[in-house]
């Protein structure tokens, strides 16, 4: 059984930065796709980044390109996202997934696979 366990979330002022970590436990190579997701309040949920264990290759959603940073630890099966010049607008609860199916990390995250899903971390963004 795959849990995904978040932290790192918390209160910031704008401008700030926050690193989240996604740790999983029970994870086999299978699942060769990570990523982070947000929900905001009455808003849909919206894939942020998401990478390959294989290939290593990224995305980013537009809207956090040149701020967020999405590394992984596979030693320790943790995946970590760096969120700079932290905006009001990226108040959110952030989740972590993973999936096995056959996909790049930009169609995880658009079209949000996942095979396990994490309970997530809140962020919030104000002053």
């Known amino acids: 059984q795959v849990q995904l366990v978040e932290s790192g979330g918390g209160l910031v002022q704008p401008g700030g930065s926050l690193r989240l970590s996604c740790t999983a436990s029970?994870?086999?190579?299978?699942?060769?796709?990570i990523g982070w997701f947000r929900q905001a309040p009455g808003k849909e949920r919206e894939g942020v980044s998401c990478?390959?264990?294989?290939?290593?290759?990224?995305y980013y959603a537009d809207s956090v390109k040149g701020r967020f940073t999405i590394s992984r630890d596979n030693a320790r099966n943790t995946v970590y996202l760096q969120m700079n010049s932290l905006k009001p607008e990226d108040t959110a609860v952030y989740s972590c997934?993973?999936?096995?199916?056959?996909?790049?990390?930009?169609?995880?995250?658009?079209?949000?696979?996942?095979?396990?899903w994490g309970q997530g971390t809140p962020v919030t963004v104000s002053s």
């Open positions: 990478v390959s264990r294989i290939d290593s290759s990224t």
């Open positions: 029970g994870l086999t190579a299978d699942y060769h796709l």
């Open positions: 997934a993973v999936y096995g199916g056959i996909a790049t990390a930009e169609a995880m995250c658009v079209v949000q696979w996942g095979n396990y």
